[in-house]
T-cell receptor, first 112, second 116 residues
C-alpha cells in the first residue's frame, strides 16, 4: 500500500531563518507531488507541483522554493522566512492527473 | 479561470439533523473533475468523493450523498442524520482537464459543527 510521510509535524522558526520541509511517498512510482499551504483563513493554496524528477511548477510567486531530487521525495525550502510564511503546509500525491490526492499529516509552521 | 465557492463559512447543527454543504464552481472546460475532502481537527485531509463532468448521477454512500448539477454548476454535499464525528472542515475542489499535473483548486471550506 502507498503511504506519504511528512515532517516535522510542528516547527517554530525565527524570521530570516531557513526552512526545509520534507515529504516522501512510499509504495508507488512517478507520482505527481504537490505542496499546499493553509493559512488561518482555512483556504488551501497550491504552492508547487511536480510531475517528475526535477520538474517543478510554481503557482504563487513568493520566497519559497521546491525541489524533487528523487522520484518520491519533495522538498519545500526557503532561504529566509517571513512572518507571512506561517501556516499549515500539506504535501500530497496522486497516481496520475485528475485522480484524487492523498495528503500527508501536515506541518504547522510558526514564524516568529 | 477555475474557481470554487463555498459560501457557507460555518454551519452548526444538532446531532441527527440533516445538513447540506453548498459548492459552486466555475470552469471553461467541458471536462473537469470535482472532489470533496474532509479535514477533521487532526488536520489531515480525507478524500470523500470524485466525480467527472460527464457523470451527473447523484451518489449516496451511507449517510453521505452528493448532488451534481451542471445546469447550476453546483456539487452539493448532504449529510443525513449528522453525528458529532462529522464535525470537521469540508472542502470542495475542482480540477480542469487542461490543468497540467491535475492540480486541484480548493474552495475556502465550510466548518461544520455537530452538537450533541
Amino acid at each position: 500500500s502507498q503511504t506519504i510521510h511528512q515532517w516535522p509535524a510542528t516547527l517554530v522558526q525565527p524570521v530570516g531563518s531557513p526552512l526545509s520541509l520534507e515529504c516522501t511517498v512510499e509504495g508507488t512510482s512517478n507520482p505527481n507531488l504537490y505542496w499546499y499551504r493553509q493559512a488561518a483563513g482555512r483556504g488551501l493554496q497550491l504552492l508547487f507541483y511536480s510531475v517528475g524528477i526535477g520538474q517543478i511548477s510554481s503557482e504563487v510567486p513568493q520566497n519559497l522554493s521546491a525541489s524533487r531530487p528523487q522520484d518520491r521525495q519533495f522538498i519545500l525550502s526557503s532561504k529566509k522566512l517571513l512572518l507571512s510564511d506561517s501556516g499549515f503546509y500539506l504535501c500530497a500525491w496522486s497516481r496520475w492527473e485528475y485522480e484524487k490526492l492523498f495528503f500527508g499529516s501536515g506541518t504547522q509552521l510558526s514564524v516568529l | 479561470a477555475q474557481k470554487v465557492t463555498q459560501a457557507q463559512t460555518e454551519i452548526s447543527v444538532v446531532e441527527k439533523e440533516d445538513v447540506t454543504l453548498d459548492c459552486v464552481y466555475e470552469t471553461r472546460d467541458t471536462t473537469y473533475y470535482l472532489f470533496w475532502y474532509k479535514q477533521p481537527p487532526s488536520g489531515e485531509l480525507v478524500f470523500l468523493i470524485r466525480r467527472n463532468s460527464f457523470d451527473e448521477q447523484n451518489e449516496i454512500s451511507g449517510r453521505y450523498s452528493w448532488n451534481f448539477q451542471k445546469s447550476t454548476s453546483s456539487f452539493n454535499f448532504t449529510i443525513t442524520a449528522s453525528q458529532v464525528v462529522d464535525s470537521a472542515v469540508y472542502f470542495c475542489a475542482l480540477s480542469e482537464a487542461g490543468n497540467q499535473g491535475g492540480k486541484l483548486i480548493f474552495g475556502q471550506g465550510t466548518e461544520l459543527s455537530v452538537k450533541p
